[in-house]
């Protein structure tokens, strides 16, 4: 029963104390210390970026078209493999080996090549790891 005494008692109190409210110039207070965000541009990139980004895709589709035209397979032996392969792709690069060949005869210029070549992958094998360390 006491209760029900002090919940009337709480209840009556309630009522009496006046209900808070913000002062006038809340909100505009509020809404002034929120900062605006941009709104984000959609960035237009150049075609060139596309086209660099298509070219491995390219170049595997015409490795692939190539091997299949060249090939031995029935109905796709347009060009005939082994025919095509030795009768005209070798006898056109068989002058640039034949010059490389001599060219690597001389022990000079197959020591520059080796130190290039060194020097060239210790630069590449530098650059991919400064690279991943940096970030």
Known sequence: ??????????????????????SDEFVNNVMAGIETVPVPVVEQRPSFYWLRSSLPYLGIGIIVVLILVSSDIPYLNFMGGKVFFSSLFLKVFQPLWISMKALLSSKFITYSLLIG???????????????????
């Open 117 to 135: 070549v060194s020097a060239g992958f210790l630069f590449i094998v530098d650059k991919l790891f400064s690279r991943r360390f940096s970030a």
């Open 1 to 22: 029963m006491d209760d029900v005494i002090n919940d009337d008692f709480l209840a009556e109190l309630i009522k009496k104390v006046p209900l808070e409210s913000p």
